[in-house]
C-alpha cells in the first residue's frame, strides 16, 4: 500500500496511464471540477480512447456528488456518476484513487483484493487538509462521511 500525493491533474492522469498500461483498470473518485480537469487531461493524451462520458454541471443536473473516473487496461476512459438510483455503484476498479472527501459508503463498494490510494484534490484550496491511505480492513480511516441521505 502506498500514500501517493497528486497536486494537479497532469499528475494524476499520468500515474492512471502507467497503471492502465501495467494491464490495471484505474478508477479516479473525484466531484465534477476535478473529474472534468481529469478528464481534459485524459483526452489530451494521445492513446486514450473515449469511451462512455456521463458528466455535467451541477447547475442542470442537480447531482453534486462523485464521479468515477476510470481508465481501463485497454486504454478506454470513461466518466459516470458514482450515485444512482439511491445507491452508489460498483467501481470494479484494480486500482483506485480517491479524493479525501468522497463519501465513505464508496469504500464498502471496493472489491476485497482491492489496493487503492487515497490523495488527490487537484483544485483545492485547503491543501492543509491531509488524507491517509487506507485499505478495506484499515482501523484508522478518517474518511468522513460526507452526505445525509
Known sequence: MKRLEFHDASSIAEHMIKTASDG??????????????????LISCQD???GCIEI?????????????????????????????????LDPEPDVMILDC???IRIKEKIPENCCFEIESIINRSD???KCITCC???TNCDISNQYDD
Open 56 to 88: 455535467m454541471m451541477q447547475e442542470y443536473n442537480g447531482y453534486n456528488r462523485e464521479y468515477y473516473v476510470s481508465l481501463s487496461s485497454d486504454g478506454i476512459m470513461s466518466v459516470e456518476r458514482a450515485w444512482d438510483h439511491n445507491r452508489y
Open 24 to 41: 490495471l483498470n484505474v478508477v479516479a473518485v473525484l466531484f465534477f471540477d476535478d473529474a472534468a480537469t481529469l478528464m481534459r487531461e
Open 101 to 103: 472527501k468522497a463519501d
Open 48 to 50: 486514450i480512447d473515449l
Open 136 to 138: 478495506k480492513d484499515c
Open 127 to 129: 491543501k492543509d487538509d
